[in-house]
C-alpha cells in the first residue's frame, strides 16, 4: 500500500520556471533527512529532474514538457516528502498540475519541507488514478 502522485503540465514549462523547480528540488532533499538521488539535466533542450530513493523504488522523474499525464508510486518510502514537496512547489506555477491518492495530511511533512510559507497547491485526492484518467480521456484534465 501507498501513494501515487499523479500530474498534467497543461503546456511546456518556461525554462526559468522549470530551473527553479530544479532547485527548490535540490533544497528539499537537503532539508529532508532521508537518503536519495537526484539528477538533473539543466542543458535547455534536455532539461530534467528525477529523484528516486535507495534502490527498489520507483523514480519520479519530471520534465517541463506537455504532457496530459503522469504519475510515479512512492509507495510512502522515505522520498515521498521530496517528490511531494516537489510537486507542492511546482503547482504554484500556473501551467502544472498535481493530485495525489493520498490527502493534506499525508502530505503533512512534505509541506513542513516547503516552508511555513507554504501553500497547499494539490488539486484533490478523490479517485486518485482514476480521477486523473477519467480527466484526460474526458478531456477536462
Known amino acids: 500500500m501507498g501513494y501515487t502522485h499523479f500530474w498534467k503540465i ?3 514549462i518556461p ?7 530544479q532547485s527548490a528540488a535540490i533544497a528539499f532533499a537537503e532539508l529532508s533527512d532521508t537518503h ?7 542543458h535547455p533542450l534536455h532539461l530534467s529532474l528525477s529523484l528516486n530513493g535507495v534502490v527498489g523504488h520507483e523514480t519520479f522523474y519530471l520534465t517541463p514538457k506537455e504532457t496530459n499525464f503522469d ?7 522515505p522520498y515521498d516528502e521530496v517528490v511531494v514537496a516537489t510537486l507542492n512547489y511546482a503547482g504554484k506555477f500556473e501551467v502544472f498540475e498535481w493530485w495525489s491518492d493520498g490527502d493534506k ?3 503533512h511533512k512534505a509541506i513542513n519541507l516547503y516552508g511555513r510559507e507554504a501553500i497547499y497547491t494539490c488539486v484533490g485526492q478523490e479517485g486518485g488514478f482514476e480521477q486523473g484518467y477519467r480527466g484526460v480521456r474526458n478531456g477536462t484534465k
Open 10 to 12: 497543461h503546456k511546456e
Open 36 to 42: 536519495l538521488e537526484i539528477s538533473l539535466n539543466t
Open 105 to 107: 495530511q499525508d502530505h
Open 15 to 21: 525554462l526559468e520556471s522549470f530551473k527553479k523547480i
Open 71 to 77: 504519475c510515479c508510486k512512492t509507495a510512502m518510502k
